[in-house]
């Protein structure tokens, strides 16, 4: 019998959905005993979002400051697990509060301590940066990075940004103002999802995970975009000097996370388009750098 952990946190059931359709193919196998955890906080953060708490979470999000967890249960805790299937969300270019807090808990350190993880992602276009580091997250707990799947929005960037916050703040998915296209993962890719599963299931049987990434790329389980790799790491330098400005501002935090609030929407309709403009003109002379980079964003080193 060989034990696979499924973890996973999700407000709108779309990161469960993900879990669920890819576990299938193990669910089916006889020998195989699939176990779901899903990360629980003391104090949950709302769903739909308001834009108090919205806004709120970005310091501690983008810091990786955790926060109390309910204790993962005994009969988890005591199992021997030959795989991690770890799912996660992005917050603000880092990983959701949620999974950083468990990545940084004692019970992370017993259960993944030497174990194959497969990272699987389901955030809404963004999600380089924090995947390298929840890589980091992963060597602290001296678990085994083998895979790594990524499920975004397909949308344009800006029009995923437009759904994808209309969809945290209403808790519905639904296509806004009746033009706008569905937000989030499509319902087609998270169905198709199970497809991971499969080739994620024959190495599992084959003990052989050092072929797993090559495989998942073979079946479209990651794609890269160079313009978003560039926004995302400016972004990350930006959000460095805001989230350190305003973690220690007490009572003036709730200004200044209005003032951050204007400076996004500014930095997402304004900056982001300039980036945009200029990564086409630089393209064309960093060629080679660029793909380089695209080859190890879409591996596990
Ligand atoms: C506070 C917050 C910040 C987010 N920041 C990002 C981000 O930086 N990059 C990204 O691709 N998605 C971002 N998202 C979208 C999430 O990654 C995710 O797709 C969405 O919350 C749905 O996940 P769920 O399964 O928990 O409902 C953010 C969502 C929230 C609520």
Redesign the pocket.
């Known amino acids: 019998m060989r034990n696979v952990l499924v973890i996973y946190?999700?407000?709108?059931?779309?990161?469960e959905s993900i879990a669920r359709n890819i576990a299938k193919p193990l669910l089916k196998t006889d020998d195989i005993n699939v176990v779901f955890y899903e990360i629980q906080l003391e104090e949950p953060f709302p769903f739909p979002?308001n834009n108090e708490a919205?806004f709120g979470?970005f310091p501690e999000?983008f810091l990786q400051i955790p926060t109390a967890l309910k204790p993962v249960s005994e009969e988890i805790m005591k199992t021997k697990f030959d795989l991690i299937l770890l799912h996660y969300?992005?917050?603000?270019?880092t990983p959701s509060i949620p999974i950083n807090s468990f990545l940084k808990s004692a019970d992370a350190k017993i259960l993944l301590d030497n174990i194959p993880v497969v990272t699987i992602n389901?955030?809404?276009?963004?999600?380089i940066m924090a995947q390298e580091k929840v890589k980091v997250l992963i060597k602290q707990n001296n678990a085994l990075l083998k895979g790594n799947i990524a499920l975004v929005d397909r949308v344009g960037n800006l029009i995923s940004v437009v759904t994808?916050v209309e969809w945290?703040f209403s808790g519905v998915k639904k296509k806004y103002l009746g033009i706008f296209p569905l937000p989030?993962v499509s319902d087609k890719d998270i169905k198709e999802s199970s497809k991971f599963g499969e080739v994620i299931l024959s190495s599992l049987l084959e003990n052989d995970f050092e072929n797993l990434q090559r495989r998942l790329l073979e079946i479209d389980a990651v794609r890269v975009s160079s313009y978003l790799v560039t926004v995302d790491k400016t972004a990350n330098k930006i959000f460095a000097k805001w989230s350190n400005f305003i973690v220690n501002k007490g009572d003036s935090r709730k200004f200044w996370l209005k003032v951050f609030k204007v400076y996004l929407l500014i930095a997402i309709w304004l900056i982001s388009p300039i980036v945009y403009i200029l990564h086409l003109f630089i393209y064309p002379l960093k060629r080679q750098k660029i793909k380089n980079e695209m080859e190890y964003y879409k591996g596990i080193n």
Do not use: E, P
């Open positions: 946190y999700s407000q709108s059931g779309q990161l979002w919205f979470a999000s969300q992005v917050w603000y270019l389901g955030s809404r276009n963004m999600w994808i945290m989030g």
